[in-house]
Each structure stands twice: as structure tokens, then as C-alpha cells.
């Protein structure tokens, strides 16, 4: 079943150190049907900004069905949610995913986070920030998530 979702560059960011979206997605999902979390528990996710899109193949069949049943609006199935509660909460360590690359570590992971949220907010300040300041600003802000790219 295709679902398309939108995520923030930092939470995409973060999931990419465990892996493809997809990938990340499917093994959360297998891991919520499983019983490892429960999907009506999930807090709302931020509203939409600066997101990019991803259309993303889920497999489980249980899932599935259940959407299905549910509706694709269902907040009680949503994978944007789960998505974004596995970063939030840094789930990895309860569900014990490792990160695909041998380079990525915890703190690395923390640290991309922690950065990502700030280019989030510096984003939003540039409506904030004087005329004669804003390409600073930007400038800034391309910098930050060149490095967040390349780390």
C-alpha cells in the first residue's frame, strides 16, 4: 500500500541514519503491530512548513487491512505519527534499530537532531529578522543544513 506523507528535513534527516524512509517505516510499523507501541497513543505531529514528500510502500498486511477498515485519514494509523514520535522520543534505543551507517553513533545522531531542530527554528526566525540582517540569515541556515546533509 503506497502512503504518501510529508516530513520535516530534520525528522527525514534522522530517520535516514536507520535507513531508506521506506525502510524505517516498514520496520516501525511491523514493530507497532507487533505490540511494541501502540498507534492510537501517538502525540500530533507539528504542522506542515518547510516538508518534503515521500511516497513510501508499506508491506504489513495487518496494517493494511486495518487502514483499510479505518480510513486513510484515520489519526489511529497514522505513519506520519509514528515517523515522527520514533525521532521525538529517540525510539531507536527501546526498539533497538542501529543506525546503517558504522559512522553514525548515538551522540552523532543526537547531536544531527539537536542541529536539525535548530535549522528548523531559524528558518521560522527569518520572518522575524530585519531586511538588512535576512541574507545573513539565510546564508546561515543553507550553511547549517549543508553540513546536516553531509553528516
Not at 20 to 34: F, I, K, P, S
Request: some cysteine; proline content about 3%.
Amino acid at each position: 500500500m503506497r502512503i504518501r506523507i510529508y516530513l520535516h528535513d530534520s525528522v527525514a534527516d534522522i530517520i535516514k541514519c536507520f535507513g531508506t524512509v521506506e525502510e524505517v517505516a516498514n520496520e516501525l510499523v511491523n514493530a507497532g503491530m507487533a505490540g511494541a507501541f501502540d498507534f492510537g497513543e501517538l502525540p500530533s505531529c507539528p504542522k506542515n512548513g518547510e516538508v518534503s514528500r515521500y511516497d513510501i510502500n508499506i508491506t504489513n498486511e495487518e496494517f493494511i487491512e486495518l487502514r483499510t477498515v479505518c480510513g486513510a485519514k484515520s489519526k489511529k494509523l497514522s505513519l506520519r505519527r509514528v515517523l515522527y514520535w520514533f525521532v521525538d522520543t529517540e525510539a531507536w534505543e527501546t526498539l533497538n534499530l542501529e543506525a546503517k551507517s558504522k559512522l553514525i553513533q548515538e551522540k552523532t545522531i543526537k547531536y544531527i537532531s539537536r542541529a536539525s531542530n535548530i535549522a528548523e527554528e531559524l528558518v521560522k526566525l527569518t520572518k522575524e529578522v530585519p531586511q538588512e540582517l535576512k541574507p545573513n540569515v539565510l546564508n546561515a541556515i543553507r550553511e547549517l543544513k549543508e553540513v546536516l546533509k553531509n553528516a
